[in-house]
């Protein structure tokens, strides 16, 4: 079971994601993009509240990995719509400050839970 602490933090940053999403299809007119970073910052979350509903510590590992690996889909996102105008620096800066916040939370639940198994 995660702490409720990381959920919110994910949880928090979907809406954020889900707001810069509004933003970039509102303002921007661009909809190929924004709709990859939908997809991924707004799955870490789904896959961490999924992992606390795991029948198996297998199967919370499996969530808690593809979370992290959203994270890390996320941040590519993030790079690419900075790198490409869709979004400032500032706004790239804080959402990959927290997405990096995230992935290191779960990396670390990674370690333990994969240390357990051996």
């Known amino acids: 079971m995660i702490d409720n602490n990381l959920y919110n933090k994910a949880y928090k940053f979907a809406v954020k994601i889900v707001k810069l999403y509004q933003l970039i299809v509102s ?17 870490i979350g789904a896959n961490i509240s999924e992992a606390n509903g795991g029948i198996s510590e297998a199967d919370f590992s499996a969530k808690i990995s593809i979370a992290y690996k959203e994270c890390k889909e996320t941040q590519y996102w993030l790079s690419l719509l900075k790198d490409t105008d869709y979004i400032n620096e500032n706004q790239y800066k804080e959402l990959y400050n927290e997405s990096d916040e995230l992935g290191k939370i779960l990396f670390s639940i990674l370690k333990t839970t994969r240390i357990k198994k051996q």
């Open 27 to 43: 303002e921007k007119k661009e909809y190929v993009l924004s709709r990859q970073i939908l997809k991924s910052g707004t799955s």
